[in-house]
C-alpha cells in the first residue's frame, strides 16, 4: 500500500515569505501529525490532527498552523518566514494513536534565504 | 520537563562488530517507546515499541531493551552492515490516544569497511 506522502520535496523560499506544506497518509488512517527538524534540536512536535480536529500541539508560534481535510490529507502552513525555519518538516500518519505506530513520510526540505 | 537523551551523540564502528545505544529517560506518566532508524534525507522508520510491561524486542538484528523502573532503553545491532549507517532516534509516548511525544536527539551511527 501507499506510504505517507509529502509534498514539494525540496522548498527555497525568502524571509518574509508564506509556505503551504502537504502530506497525504496512508489510506485509512486518521491521525496526521507535524515535526520540525533541524540539527541541533532534533525532532520537534508541531502538532496533531486527528478527524480534521488538531488534538495536541507543540510549542511553536502561532506562524506555524495546519488543517486537516475530510479526507484526511493535511495542510501545513508557515507565516513571515524567518531564517530559523530552514529545516526538514516531517510527517507521520497512525491510525488511531501510539500503539498502533506512525509511519513517516520522506519529509519537505525548506530552505529560507 | 519531559526530556529523552540518548548517548552517544556519534558512533563510529567497523562492519561486522556489534554496538549498543543507549536510550534514558523522564517522561511520565509512560506509555511506550520506540527506536526509529532514519537515513539521511528521508523520514524515521520504526525498528522497534515496546510498552511498560515488555522488556525486549527484536527486528532482526536490532535487539531493543527497556527498563521501566530505571527509565532507561538500549539498542543493540548486531553484525553491523554498511547500511545501518543512520541516525537511531528514540521516542517516548506519554499516553495513549490523546499522546504526546518525546523525541531523543539521536545516536549518529557510522558503519566502515
Known amino acids: 500500500k501507499a506510504g505517507v506522502t509529502q509534498t514539494p520535496r525540496y522548498l527555497i523560499k525568502t524571509r518574509g515569505q508564506q509556505v503551504t506544506l502537504s502530506c497525504s497518509p496512508i489510506?485509512?488512517?486518521?491521525?496526521v501529525s507535524w515535526y520540525q527538524q533541524t540539527p541541533g534540536q532534533g525532532l520537534q512536535f508541531l502538532f496533531e490532527?486527528?478527524?480534521?480536529?488538531?488534538?495536541n500541539k507543540g510549542n511553536f508560534p502561532g506562524r506555524f498552523s495546519g488543517r486537516q481535510f475530510s479526507n484526511s490529507r493535511s495542510e501545513m502552513n508557515v507565516s513571515t518566514l524567518e531564517l530559523g525555519d530552514s529545516a526538514l518538516y516531517l510527517c507521520a500518519s497512525s491510525l488511531e494513536g501510539s500503539f498502533y505506530g506512525y509511519t513517516f513520510g520522506s519529509g519537505t526540505r525548506l530552505t529560507v534565504v | 520537563k519531559n526530556q529523552v537523551e540518548q548517548s552517544p551523540q556519534s558512533l563510529i564502528i567497523l562492519e561486522g562488530k556489534n554496538c549498543t545505544l543507549q536510550?534514558?529517560?523522564?517522561?511520565?506518566?509512560?506509555?511506550?517507546l520506540r527506536w526509529y532508524k532514519q537515513d539521511t534525507g528521508r523520514g524515521p522508520v520504526s525498528l522497534t515499541i515496546?510498552?511498560?510491561?515488555?522488556n525486549t524486542k527484536s527486528n532482526g538484528r536490532y535487539t531493543a531493551t527497556l527498563d521501566a523502573d530505571t527509565k532507561q532503553s538500549s539498542l543493540h545491532i548486531t553484525a553491523s552492515q554498511l547500511s545501518d549507517s543512520a541516525s537511531y532516534i528514540c521516542?517516548?509516548?506519554?499516553?495513549?490516544?490523546?499522546?504526546?511525544?518525546?523525541f531523543g536527539t539521536g545516536t549518529r551511527l557510522t558503519i566502515i569497511p
Open positions: 521516542v517516548v509516548s506519554e499516553d495513549f490516544g490523546n499522546e504526546k511525544l518525546t
Open positions: 490532527y486527528f478527524s480534521e480536529t488538531q488534538r
Open positions: 536510550c534514558n529517560y523522564t517522561v511520565s506518566p509512560f506509555s511506550n
Open positions: 515496546m510498552t511498560f510491561s515488555e
Open positions: 489510506s485509512g488512517h486518521r491521525s
